[in-house]
């Protein structure tokens, strides 16, 4: 074989041989937390009844909202939810009959764990080489997600500071539960999931009494329920007649 053609069968052979990587990354926030967090914010808007508002000229006040966890997502499903029962957005304050300032007083998610069984230790070192780390041997263990939102929204005259309308306290939250049984899992269900799951995977809908929510089923708060400041629409007073021309009666 000549030069040219060994040097043809080697540039063959590692096109052939050759390989490559893929880089993966992660966000900085979980998928799982994102979901758990606007999901919780969805249900909360859905229970705020703006109908007091229908027709009528306002502007969203979020100031209060500073330093709310995924701010942007809870202005947005509130401007949304305002223009889907009638009301007319404005962008300047001072245009606007009518202002309406929204606050949330919890937006977030809350994590806790069970576990029957061993957790991970460390133990001293006898041997050189030993491990020092004892691995965690679960017989039953379960980890609880659960996203809260507490959200209130009330609308005043901005010329006048009359009050016009309140919702009340709206509160809701989402939930995910993993299990583990016998080092099998983690099986995954809650109100995030459409069904459990088992690694990732969706499982068939059979009946698991470990895992008791199949998923897709929403928070019960979202059906009306609040807490102490109850919705209100307020009546505004009717406006004062013109006055009359000096000497006219």
């Not at 967090?37 to 979020?62: M, R, W, Y």
């Not at 994590?111 to 041997?127: E, I």
């Not at 004892?134 to 379960?142: G, H, R, S």
């Not at 269900?189 to 698991?208: F, N, V």
Request: charged content about 20%; overall charge positive; some cysteine.
């Amino acid at each position: 074989m000549t030069r040219r053609g060994t040097l043809v069968v080697v540039a063959l052979a590692l096109a052939v041989a050759g390989c490559g990587t893929t880089r993966m990354t992660d966000t900085q926030r979980a998928a799982t937390e994102m979901l758990l967090v606007s999901q919780a914010v969805d249900n909360a808007v859905a229970q705020i009844d703006c109908s007091a508002l229908t027709g009528k000229e306002v502007f969203l006040d979020t100031q209060y909202l500073d330093g709310t966890v995924d701010k942007g997502y809870v202005i947005s499903s509130l401007r949304q939810h305002l223009l889907a029962h009638g009301a007319r957005l404005l962008e300047d304050r001072k245009q606007a009959k009518y202002v309406v300032e929204a606050r949330s007083g919890a937006v977030g998610t809350d994590r806790n764990s069970l576990l029957l069984g061993t957790p991970q230790m460390s133990v001293p070192a006898v041997m050189v080489g030993q491990p020092t780390q004892l691995p965690e041997i679960a017989l039953m263990k379960k980890t609880d997600m659960k996203g809260v939102a507490k959200l209130a929204v009330f609308a005043y005259n901005r010329q006048t500071g009359e009050a016009v309308w309140q919702s009340g306290l709206v509160d809701s939250r989402s939930t995910l539960k993993d299990w583990w049984v016998f080092g099998a899992g983690p099986f995954s269900s809650g109100s995030i999931r459409r069904r459990t799951e088992l690694a990732g995977e969706e499982l068939p809908r059979l009946p698991m009494p470990f895992a008791p929510n199949s998923g897709g089923d929403g928070d019960p708060r979202a059906k009306g329920k609040t807490a102490d400041v109850t919705p209100a629409t307020h009546t505004e007073p009717a406006s004062d007649p013109p006055a009359k021309p000096t000497g006219e009666r």
